[in-house]
Structure formats: structure tokens, C-alpha cells
């Protein structure tokens, strides 16, 4: 399925709009990966832990976006928007929240 983020796909002409799909994932970040994450924003570097989490749960989001749109018919999304949160829960860690939307199209050419 083609996916963009962009109103039109180049050289493709849309001939069917079949509305807004959406896809959402929130996946704990338990306590362990937020420490360490913690003591990487304190020296510096990358984590890696929460870049996995953040990499699963965009995937997710993706597929069960793709699969909205299958069910309808569509062959294409268009106008997909990507949105991170990070939802604090107090003292035991966080959950992180990746949704994606976008319009379901059928697409030729």
C-alpha cells in the first residue's frame, strides 16, 4: 500500500476518497529504561532503549492505520501526520503514544 504524507502521490491520479484512517500504539517504558534514559540526557548520547520503543510503536500505529484503510477498499493514505507523547504516570515510568492519521484513497496510474 502506497503511504505519503503528502496530499497527492506523483503520477498517480486519485480516483476514491473513502475518509480519515487512523492508527495508535502506546507501549510502556518501564522503570529500568527510564533511568538509564535518564543518565544519557545527563552525559549525553542517544537511547537506544527508548528509540526501539519509539521505532515499535510507529510500526504499529502504521499497520493498523494500513489495515483501516484495506478494509475499506482503499489502496493508498495520503496526508498521513505522525504524532509522539510521552504520558508521564507519576513516579513509575511513562507511556509512550504514537498515533498517525490520514485520508484512505484509491489511487491508478
Same mark, same amino acid.
Given at each position: 500500500?502506497?503511504?505519503?504524507?503528502?496530499?497527492?502521490?506523483?503520477?498517480?491520479?486519485?480516483?476514491?476518497?473513502?475518509?480519515?484512517?487512523?492508527?495508535? $500504539?502506546?507501549?510502556? $517504558?518501564?522503570?529500568?529504561?527510564?533511568?538509564?534514559?535518564?543518565?544519557?540526557?545527563?552525559?549525553?548520547?542517544?537511547?537506544?532503549?527508548?528509540?526501539?520503543?519509539?521505532?515499535?510503536?510507529?510500526?504499529?500505529?502504521?499497520?493498523?492505520?494500513?489495515?483501516?484503510?484495506?478494509?475499506?477498499?482503499?489502496? $493508498?493514505?495520503?496526508?498521513?501526520?505522525?504524532?509522539?507523547?510521552?504520558?508521564?504516570?507519576?513516579?513509575?515510568?511513562?507511556?509512550?503514544?504514537?498515533?498517525?492519521?490520514?485520508?484512505?484513497?484509491?489511487?491508478?496510474?
Amino acid at each position: 500500500m502506497i503511504q505519503s504524507t503528502t496530499p497527492s502521490i506523483e503520477g498517480k491520479r486519485i480516483t476514491r476518497y473513502h475518509g480519515v484512517v487512523t492508527g495508535e $500504539a502506546i507501549l510502556g $517504558a518501564n522503570i529500568f529504561k527510564d533511568f538509564f534514559a535518564g543518565i544519557r540526557d545527563i552525559i549525553g548520547g542517544r537511547s537506544a532503549a527508548y528509540e526501539k520503543e519509539l521505532r515499535k510503536a510507529r510500526e504499529i500505529a502504521f499497520a493498523e492505520m494500513e489495515a483501516q484503510a484495506q478494509s475499506l477498499g482503499a489502496n $493508498a493514505v495520503v496526508g498521513i501526520d505522525i504524532d509522539y507523547e510521552n504520558i508521564t504516570m507519576g513516579n513509575s515510568g511513562g507511556m509512550l503514544m504514537v498515533t498517525v492519521s490520514g485520508t484512505a484513497v484509491n489511487v491508478e496510474g
